[in-house]
């Protein structure tokens, strides 16, 4: 393991390498204020995303695998923008009317389907869903994709409540890179808790992913060791900002997402968002998260129906709750069958709401919920995840995998044969979902 290391220049110890010194002679701080009082960052610390993962399992303070790992070259950079650029308004990303601005909401699978539950920052959970779902394997110290044609959704909230938010993040995107090369692809929804974070409320970071994202966004290391609390929440900002750099990288996650006849929402959708249109959704969501310019010269702003109230895509519980009255299942039906009927789709499969029994089922099979609470700052549980595919007769087919003492638990259900009639909709992915993800 230490050749390995040694090979990524990060130190077995896994301890942080020190951050290289600033180029500014007044301010040994890549954060330093300018005549404006606008934070301007320097270009003081390189972060590739070996350097990234290797702070994220330090945030972490506990063994990994991933120590052992190294990460090609990044198709995405987290790095600040180069001090030479003259204003920040070389970023902002005009909102003109385009077809999709955001990720498409329909894309196909021709293998399995898997999905996997909430991960707030837990690296080492995120790991175990990927293993036990066949995905992922290491081969001498690397991170392999192994799926062949496998999608795989994550339903959204990476972020809050655990230290490795960043290591998280980078670890899916390698795995899409990789994955595309074999006809697969791993998809990231946008959920509750990416949202807060891009509007500013940082009020479930724990102190590790302060950490994380202050090394990111370029602090220096001696910074950070001194405590600096303004300093390493005005990093955070810089970085999740709408606009910034993580900003413009969850930007290119799906809000909805229906992949083949099965329909993935962070909290649940509801017909009254259908009404309102889901590409739409998408693309709002997206321009909000890319700082981007209406025409009229205002910053665009989030949907409501996406993330205003209880009601919205990634707040609402319609689907989560676990205990319900007679009355309050039978509005859950009804509304299922009518956004699922709306979409020719066969399930959904939500978040949001941790489930105390694990994963699970509801309305004959309906509606899925997959999380489980497995990170460590929720419930600790066990890793769980969901797996779609059909058998011989082409029956849909899920199957539930929970990680036990002995082994791997494995539940199935077969879904009937009969297919509703086809409505309205995209019958093959969208030219934008071809090859890797390019919308920031």
């Known amino acids: 393991m230490a050749a390995a290391l040694s090979s990524t220049g990060l130190h077995p110890s896994c301890t942080a390498p020190a951050a290289r010194p600033s180029s500014s002679t007044h301010n040994h701080s890549p954060w330093r204020p300018d005549c404006?009082?606008?934070?301007?960052?320097?270009?003081?610390?390189?972060?590739?995303?070996?350097?990234?993962?290797?702070?994220?399992?330090?945030?972490?303070?506990?063994?990994?695998?991933?120590?052992?790992?190294?990460?090609?070259a990044p198709s995405v950079s987290f790095l600040p923008p180069s001090s030479n650029r003259t204003t920040q308004a070389t970023e902002v990303r005009a909102a003109v009317p385009k077809h999709h601005t955001g990720p498409p909401v329909y894309v196909q699978a021709t293998g399995r389907i898997i999905a996997i539950g909430d991960i707030h920052g837990d690296?080492?959970?995120?790991?175990?869903?990927?293993?036990?779902?066949?995905?992922?394997?290491?081969?001498?110290?690397?991170?392999?994709?192994?799926g062949g044609d496998t999608v795989v959704v994550q339903l959204g909230d990476v972020l809050d409540r655990g230290?490795?938010?960043?290591?998280?993040?980078?670890?899916?995107?390698?795995?899409?890179?990789?994955?595309r090369q074999q006809g697969g692809a791993v998809y990231m929804l946008n959920g509750n808790h990416e949202s807060l974070n891009v509007a500013g409320d940082f009020r479930y970071v724990t102190p590790g992913a302060f950490f994380e994202s202050a090394r990111a966004a370029g602090l220096s290391e001696a910074d950070i060791a001194a405590g600096d609390q303004r300093r390493i929440l005005q990093a955070r900002w810089y970085l999740y900002q709408p606009g910034g750099?993580?900003?413009?990288?969850?930007?290119?996650?799906?809000?909805?997402?229906?992949?083949?006849?099965?329909?993935?929402?962070?909290?649940?959708?509801?017909?009254?968002?259908?009404?309102?249109?889901?590409?739409?959704?998408?693309?709002?969501?997206?321009?909000?998260?890319?700082?981007?310019?209406?025409?009229?010269?205002?910053?665009?702003?989030?949907?409501?129906?996406?993330?205003?109230?209880?009601?919205?895509?990634?707040?609402?519980?319609?689907?989560?709750?676990?205990?319900?009255?007679?009355?309050?299942?039978?509005?859950?039906?009804?509304?299922?069958?009518?956004?699922?009927?709306?979409?020719?789709?066969?399930?959904?499969?939500?978040?949001?709401?941790?489930?105390?029994?694990?994963?699970?089922?509801?309305?004959?099979?309906?509606?899925?919920?997959?999380?489980?609470?497995?990170?460590?700052g929720v419930l600790d549980a066990a890793p769980q995840v969901l797996e779609f595919s059909?058998?011989?007769?082409?029956?849909?087919?899920?199957?539930?995998?929970?990680?036990?003492?002995?082994?791997?638990?494995?539940?199935?259900?077969?879904?009937?044969?009969?297919?509703?009639?086809?409505?309205?909709?995209?019958?093959?992915?969208?030219?934008?979902?071809?090859?890797?993800?390019s919308y920031a």
Request: hydrophobic content about 40%.
């Open 390 to 437: 059909h058998d011989n007769e082409g029956k849909l087919v899920a199957r539930m995998l929970r990680q036990a003492m002995h082994g791997v638990e494995a539940t199935t259900r077969t879904y009937p044969a009969a297919q509703p009639s086809s409505p309205e909709r995209p019958s093959s992915p969208s030219p934008m979902d071809t090859g890797a993800p």
């Open 245 to 376: 750099a993580m900003a413009r990288e969850l930007a290119k996650n799906p809000t909805v997402l229906v992949v083949n006849d099965v329909v993935f929402a962070h909290g649940g959708l509801l017909p009254h968002h259908l009404k309102y249109g889901l590409q739409r959704i998408n693309d709002e969501v997206g321009d909000w998260m890319n700082g981007a310019t209406r025409p009229d010269g205002t910053q665009a702003a989030p949907p409501f129906p996406a993330m205003g109230d209880a009601n919205s895509v990634q707040w609402n519980r319609t689907f989560g709750k676990e205990r319900v009255s007679d009355y309050e299942r039978m509005h859950m039906n009804m509304q299922l069958r009518s956004t699922l009927d709306s979409l020719n789709a066969r399930a959904m499969v939500v978040g949001h709401t941790p489930q105390m029994s694990g994963v699970n089922c509801e309305c004959d099979g309906r509606v899925w919920r997959v999380d489980a609470g497995m990170s460590s």
């Open 163 to 179: 230290d490795c938010e960043i290591g998280s993040v980078l670890l899916l995107r390698e795995l899409d890179r990789q994955a």
């Open 36 to 72: 404006t009082s606008q934070l301007r960052c320097q270009p003081a610390a390189a972060c590739r995303r070996t350097l990234l993962l290797q702070l994220a399992v330090c945030a972490a303070q506990r063994p990994s695998r991933l120590n052992a790992a190294t990460f090609q």
């Open 123 to 146: 690296l080492q959970k995120a790991l175990s869903c990927l293993e036990m779902a066949g995905v992922l394997a290491e081969d001498d110290g690397h991170i392999k994709w192994v």
